[in-house]
T-cell receptor
Framework: EADIYQTPRYLVIGTGKKITLECSQTMGHDKMYWYQQDPGMELHLIHYSYGVNSTEKGDLSSESTVSRIRTEHFPLTLESARPSHTSQYLC?????????????FGDGTRLSIL | KNQVEQSPQSLIILEGKNCTLQCNYTVSPFSNLRWYKQDTGRGPVSLTIMTFSENTKSNGRYTATLDADTKQSSLHITASQLSDSASYICVVSDRGSTLGRLYFGRGTQLTVWP
């Protein structure tokens, strides 16, 4: 069982608020990812990191930002939440060294912006 | 355009019955194909991974097949259980999971009735 944790699991908040979604993993993985998933739709990569102080934007444009100050921690921030940000956000991590290592996912944060 | 298409979109079966889920992809170059299981409110969990040279792989009651020539994969579930109710997601990587991009299908929502 993968050790990757996301908090909060659910968040309902008003428009304009600053939000930080937390993601931590205890596996020492270098690579971490943030995905956005809407009901019945595929996961879309919005941010990824290959290590400390490394962050890149994914395939889906997002107004969120991320940081990677520590290997185990990869928080995602929305400076001013809008209803269009309502979605499920999934964090994942993967190790290096072995080929074809799977991405291990957290249980997600379901975000609702009123 | 690299794509992953899954069918059916949803499926309802009775407990104890078998079922087969389909995945067609156009991703090139192909590195590997992975099936994930995503329970409601949880993150995806890897079930199987198949590389170009593999055409069958089993994980308990789950058996995945791959035809790299026709770019098709299937996931067969034997003697279904209520706990098999979940979304099953097909994910294709173009250069290995640790380096390449992942292409996600929208999933097949499986419901097992007692």
């Amino acid at each position: 069982e993968a050790d990757i944790y996301q908090t909060p699991r659910y968040l309902v908040i008003g428009t304009g608020k600053k939000i930080t979604l937390e993601c931590s993993q205890t596996m020492g993985h270098d690579k971490m990812y943030w995905y956005q998933q809407d009901p019945g739709m595929e996961l879309h990569l919005i941010h990824y990191s290959y290590g400390v102080n490394s962050t890149e934007k994914g395939d889906l444009s997002s107004e969120s930002t991320v940081s990677r100050i520590r290997t185990e921690h990869f928080p995602l921030t929305l400076e001013s939440a809008r209803p269009s940000h309502t979605s499920q956000y999934l964090c994942a991590s993967s190790g290096t060294g072995q080929v074809n290592q799977p991405q291990h996912f957290g249980d997600g944060t379901r975000l609702s912006i009123l | 355009k690299n794509q992953v298409e899954q069918s059916p979109q949803s499926l309802i079966i009775l407990e104890g019955k078998n079922c087969t889920l389909q995945c067609n992809y156009t991703v090139s170059p192909f590195s590997n194909l992975r099936w994930y299981k995503q329970d409601t409110g949880r993150g995806p969990v890897s079930l199987t991974i198949m590389t170009f040279s593999e055409n069958t792989k089993s994980n308990g009651r789950y058996t995945a097949t791959l035809d790299a020539d026709t770019k098709q994969s299937s996931l067969h579930i034997t003697a279904s259980q209520l706990s098999d109710s979940a979304s099953y997601i097909c994910v294709v990587s173009d250069r290995g999971s640790t380096l390449g991009r992942l292409y996600f299908g929208r999933g097949t929502q499986l419901t097992v009735w007692p």
